[in-house]
């Protein structure tokens, strides 16, 4: 979900789902949830999150000693708060929502039997 959301993210003039949902390849119910999910998370920060994914897959398929670390490693670093750029705090919903895809891919690769 994390590369739909990015290319969400690069979309311009798209003002529906209908019109994303070609361009994503996606129904197009799917696609305003990402148009949604995308203009409320920096696409920075879905780079960052996809990039953890990969250094997490990364120390697991080498052998990880603790695979239970590695994944609490990759929940916690999907949980920080990014660098603050202004003294207003930061917007939940955004956080929240990145959490929930964050956590979907987490299930999605590394844990297939959970339910």
């Excluded at 990402?34 to 999150?49: D, E, F, N, T, V």
């Excluded at 490693?73 to 990014?82: C, N, R, T, Y």
Aim: glycine content about 6%; hydrophobic content about 45%; some cysteine.
């Amino acid at each position: 979900m994390y590369r739909k959301l990015i290319e969400a993210s690069e979309l311009k003039g798209v003002a529906n789902g209908y019109q994303a949902a070609r361009a994503l390849a996606m129904r197009p119910e799917q696609a305003e949830l990402a148009l949604q999910s995308a203009r409320k998370i920096p696409k920075a920060r879905l780079l960052q999150g996809l990039q953890s994914l990969q250094t997490a897959t990364n120390r697991l398929k080498g052998g990880a000693d603790d695979p239970h670390a590695v994944m609490e490693f990759l929940i916690s670093e999907g949980l920080a708060a990014p660098a603050a750029k202004s003294a207003r705090p930061p917007k939940r919903a955004g956080a929240n929502r990145l959490f929930c895809f964050f956590w979907g891919a987490v299930t999605c690769l590394f844990f297939p039997h959970f339910p």
